[in-house]
Nanobody, 124 residues
Framework: QVQLVESGGGLVQAGDSLRLSCVAS????????MGWFRQAPGQERDFVAA????????YYANSLEGRFAVSRGNTTNTMYLQMHSLEPEDAAVYYC?????????????????WGQGTQVTVSS
């Protein structure tokens, strides 16, 4: 079993920064790929960023690279998402996901394990 718990969400104003965390427990082989997705009400779950521990490679949605940065912790099975210059369009529930392998790192359906999400609200 793999458990994922997100934290760090909240209400911020446009232009602010926020740092999300995801802590994974269980079999580390199942968290070789860890990613962030977000979903607004009535919308599909969209890819934000991901990291592959086997290649130490990061991936970003085209519209987010430069404002968002994903990283992995060393001593614990933890993933972070540093968000900068937040906009109202960034408001959503942010989910942490993990899997041993994925065919498409940006496809939510390819991930096996999911957290419950953390709400990010951005006001003007």
């Amino acid at each position: 079993q793999v458990q994922l718990v997100e934290s760090g969400g909240g209400l911020v104003q446009a232009g602010d920064s926020l740092r999300l965390s995801c802590v994974a427990s269980g079999r580390t082989v199942s968290t070789r790929i860890m990613g962030w997705f977000r979903q607004a009400p009535g919308q599909e779950r969209d890819f934000v960023a991901a990291h592959s521990s086997s290649t130490n490679t990061t991936y970003y949605a085209n519209s987010l690279e430069g404002r968002f940065a994903v990283s992995r912790g060393n001593t614990t099975n933890t993933m972070y998402l540093q968000m900068h210059s937040l906009e109202p369009e960034d408001a959503a529930v942010y989910y942490c996901a993990a899997s041993t392998n994925v065919r498409d790192i940006s496809r939510a359906a390819d991930y096996i394990h999911w957290g419950q999400g953390t709400q990010v609200t951005v006001s003007s």
